[in-house]
């Protein structure tokens, strides 16, 4: 009886010790890979190391798309702040002046450098936590 | 007036249904007469809901405008395909037809199952207020007969164009009848609780259920997956999108379960946890519904969002859950087995499995919550990328893929013999080592982990490979489903590590006549035509590609402007071969005249799913071969 009892407590204890192992793995690597999104104006607020990976979302502001071969800047802004974008590769079809995107990429120089340029598949669609006054 | 009617008996059915189900738990379930009356006024009740919705469907073919669902989803100009499918590209008509799914797989199997059947009652009736409660939400939440009077619109707003697609048409259909044909498992699991008499030996009957249910999952994963790749013109097969984890959970539990099912329908080992996974699965499909048409969390996916819709359902899944795990904890002592897994049996693998899947849908699942977790306590919206999916699923599914070679001869109840091991060994450990060692010297690949998928993708292939061998020269006993269904795994493996490492893309600036080289390829613009289609204008470019051997052939990718919403989508072209996809999506014009082009190589992507195609097969085959040889 005692020895069964011995052998049961060495299980639990086992399971418990390489559940608790793999979930501090686990939410390690969460941890390590978060994306953080920002409004325009929200950004310059905070210190984001320059090889954190952010999203940004926000209008394409109207007049401010250049494009120079393949690549393309514009300003995204949350009409409160805003800040420059630029991005070498296709913007989506959804993608124009005046409308929203989210940007995911790095912060050079208070310029966002686009790894990736998002619209969403829905027309309708706003980016979170803008109220667009007209 | 048809309309009123198709409302008319959506409400009646649903009447039917909680019938149904009062009748099924609250009689006598063992009485023939009353198996008899229950699965008499299922069918009837499921006739008419499905009356209701061929209505429904006519409706939407004849143009019927004063439906506002309808008004806001099809177009006269579209092909009568798409304002058929235009039914579920939008929440309400997709709930419908979840629904519909819902009570079909119920149809099949009241007609499939004999009436002597113990359970068979009490599943219909779990079925029955499963049903009961999408119909509630569908109509009072949700509903699609709502009409806009008295005067309809002249012309309805069209479906989104990037809908406007055959496969994806086909693909939400085959993802809900994959999903909700879990039902049936859990129905049975609810009915055996509730009876509470170990000696029935559900997880036999409902085998071939979940496997059908599973391969029509798993085809709609894929579908998805390839409407993306080819539609969205990113180039991609998997995102990692909250949307897509939803679906993935309830797969990787699905796939949990089809494993200890099979454990469990041989002897009472594991069936705690067979019961416990077709729990899991149904409430995460369920799960995957909240998720999606709450709008609680971004994605590109969702549907338009509305708190009290997901409300209604965080309830309502909540209530099913609780339901069961209060029955589940009441029989636990019934379930206990007193029987000792043999060490290196077949059942101590499925159990290891069992972990490994518990680990992934664990990780999904934090994955998915955490950034609502995260914005509720730090109030940062966040996002969980790729990065820490891959950092979870990569390793976990090599190990368990290396415990998968393992079992390959391990028996039910009985120790692997390990001295029965080596010789296979050699052959595929020296087979696969060959691969990597090309894959290193020839392809200049150098990351471990791709490596690493190599040698193990191979292995489990070549291992299969003297499996068959023995099969046909000394006519060993062979699951020859479980053959083709992990050696789609291995060659998913291979294939999804040799297109992340070779893969590449570049966006070009190119105008007319003009000729760009990337890797060896010759990249001429030829010509720019307009083409008018159907609902759209287009602009089709044509591209000449030759080849580094000099073979010539060409691309057009196009652009397209639809009628009905203005809205622009790119036609993506692809020229497939064996080995390599290559992949055209023309952008924007520039103000030089010049076009901005991207292009992709994507190495070895068919073989995603070619391989998810082979577990789709091996599943359907052996649901059938289970089902046939059922007394």
Not at chain 1, 56 to 76: A, C, H, Q
Not at chain 2, 321 to 332: D, G
Not at chain 2, 562 to 575: D, M
């Amino acid at each position: 009886m005692k020895a069964n009892r011995k052998q049961r407590l060495i299980t639990v204890l086992l399971i418990l010790a390489t559940s608790a192992t793999g979930s501090f793995l686990i939410i390690r690597a969460l941890d390590s890979n978060l994306d953080f999104f920002f409004t325009p104006s929200e950004i310059f607020k905070e210190e984001i190391p320059n090889n954190k990976r952010i999203k940004v979302g926000g209008m394409v502001l109207e007049g401010s798309v250049l494009r120079d071969k393949t690549n393309i800047s514009f300003v995204i802004t949350d009409y409160q702040g805003s800040i420059n974008v630029e991005f070498d590769g296709i913007v989506p079809d959804l993608f124009k002046e005046g409308s929203g995107v989210v940007v995911v990429g790095y912060l050079r120089d208070k310029t966002l450098v686009a790894e990736d340029v998002l619209a969403k598949h829905d027309e309708n669609y706003m980016p979170p936590s803008i109220d667009i006054k007209n | 007036m048809l309309i009123e009617i198709a409302h008319f008996l959506s409400i009646l059915s649903t009447g039917l249904f909680f019938i149904c189900f009062i009748f099924s738990f609250f009689l006598n379930s063992k009485d023939i007469f009353i198996i008899n009356l229950v699965s008499r006024i299922y069918s009837h009740s499921f006739f008419i809901f499905l009356s209701s919705f061929f209505v429904y469907v006519w409706l939407a073919i004849s143009d019927n405008f004063s439906v506002l669902y309808i008004a806001q989803h099809s177009n006269i100009n579209l092909p009568v395909f798409y304002k058929i499918s235009s039914i579920w590209s939008a929440h309400e008509g997709s709930m419908f037809l979840w629904i519909i799914f819902l009570t079909t797989w119920g149809a099949v199997y009241n007609l499939f199952t004999s009436n002597d059947q113990l359970l068979k009652a009490r599943t219909l009736g779990v079925i029955s207020i499963t049903s009961v409660g999408f119909l509630l939400f569908l109509l009072l939440t949700s509903n699609p007969f709502e009409t806009i009077l008295p005067v309809p619109p002249e012309n309805g707003a069209d479906i989104n164009p990037v809908l406007q697609d055959p496969l994806l048409a086909i693909h939400p259909p085959m993802l809900y009848m994959g999903y909700v044909g879990f039902v049936i498992a859990f129905g049975q699991a609810i009915a055996f609780l509730f009876e509470g008499k170990p000696e029935i030996k559900w997880e036999k009957q409902v085998r071939s259920w979940s496997l059908a249910s599973w391969s029509f999952l798993t085809l709609g994963i894929a579908l998805g997956s390839w409407w993306a790749y080819y539609e969205l013109g990113w180039g991609g097969y998997w995102f990692w999108d909250p949307v897509e984890n939803v679906a993935l959970m309830p797969w990787l539990t699905a796939t949990a379960f089809v494993h200890s099912l099979s454990a469990s329908s041989k002897s009472s080992i594991l069936r705690i946890w067979t019961l416990l996974l077709s729990i899991l699965v149904f409430s995460l499909s369920l799960f995957g519904a909240f998720i999606v048409r709450s709008g609680i969390i971004d994605s590109v996916h969702s549907f338009a969002n509305d708190p009290e819709r997901g409300l209604y359902l965080l309830a309502f899944i909540g209530l099913l859950v609780m339901v069961s795990l209060l029955l589940f904890s009441f029989r636990f002592n019934l379930l206990l087995s007193n029987k000792k897994i043999a060490s290196l049996s077949k059942e101590s693998f499925i159990s290891l499995n069992n972990i490994f899947f518990g680990t992934l849908i664990f990780s999904t699942m934090l994955g998915v919550l955490y950034p609502l977790i995260y914005e509720f306590i730090y109030n940062q919206k966040i996002s969980v990328g790729a990065p820490f999916y891959n950092a979870i699923f990569v390793p976990i599914t090599l190990i368990a893929c290396i415990f998968l070679y393992f079992s390959i001869d391990s028996k039910w109840q009985q120790s692997l013999n390990i001295k029965s091991l080596f010789q296979p060994l050699l052959i595929s450990l020296t087979f696969s080592a060959t691969i990597v060692i090309l894959a290193f010297f020839q392809f200049s690949i150098t990351n471990l982990w791709t490596l690493a998928s190599l040698l193990i993708g191979s292995i489990i292939i070549m291992r299969y490979m003297i499996v068959i061998y023995f099969y046909f020269v000394y006519r060993k006993f062979t699951n020859i489903f479980s053959v083709i269904a992990h050696c789609g795994l291995g060659l998913l493996i291979i294939s999804i590590a040799l297109n992340d490492n070779l893969s590449s893309e570049r966006a070009l600036n190119i105008k007319i006549n003009e000729t760009e080289i990337y890797k060896d390829h010759q990249i001429t613009l030829k010509n720019l035509r307009m083409v008018p289609g159907p609902n759209f204008d287009s602009v089709k470019a044509d591209f000449l590609i030759e080849n580094p051997n000099g073979k010539t052939f060409t691309l057009t990718p196009e652009k397209r402007k639809y009628f009905a919403r203005g809205q622009v989508t790119t036609e993506t072209a692809i020229h497939a071969s064996f080995l390599k996809d290559i992949y055209l999506t023309i952008g924007d014009q520039l103000d030089d005249g010049s076009w901005i082009v991207n292009i992709q190589f994507n190495i070895f992507i068919r073989w995603i799913w070619f391989s998810a195609m082979m577990m789709v097969v091996a599943g359907l085959l052996l649901a059938h071969s289970l089902s046939r040889s059922r007394p």
